[in-house]
């Protein structure tokens, strides 16, 4: 089992920056990549960004060159860096891994709100 705490959401205005991190604990040597997620209120959820052990990255194309998600040197630790936000970044931001058991785990998720 693996648990995710997300951390770091709140409200900003339209060209804010944020940064968000998710704490794993747990069995965190199964995890073979993390994610970021989003949701918007009426929206299905999304992904934000994702990065694998190997070090590969994908970004939504929405957020590509605004948003950069990182590994924190203790190796339960992710982050997203969140720059010139937008009001369509507004949205619940889930942590999410995958492990090499075939199970993933989700966070709570934590709100992020871009408005003037």
């Known amino acids: 089992q693996v648990q995710l705490v997300e951390s770091g959401g709140g409200l900003v205005q339209p060209g804010g920056s944020l940064r968000l991190s998710c704490a794993a604990s747990?069995?965190?040597?199964?995890?073979?990549?993390m994610g970021w997620y989003r949701q918007a209120p009426g929206k299905e959820r999304e992904l934000v960004s994702r990065?694998?052990?190997?070090?590969?990255?994908t970004y939504a194309d929405s957020v590509k060159g605004r948003f950069t998600i990182s590994r924190g040197n203790a190796k339960n630790l992710m982050y997203l860096q969140m720059n010139s936000l937008k009001p369509e970044d507004t949205a619940v931001y889930y942590c999410?891994?995958?492990?090499?058991?075939?199970?993933?785990?989700w966070g709570k998720g934590t709100l992020v709100t871009v408005s003037s």
């Open positions: 999410k891994v995958d492990t090499q058991y075939g199970v993933d785990y």
């Open positions: 747990g069995n965190i040597y199964g995890i073979n990549a």
């Open positions: 990065l694998t052990l190997s070090g590969t990255t």
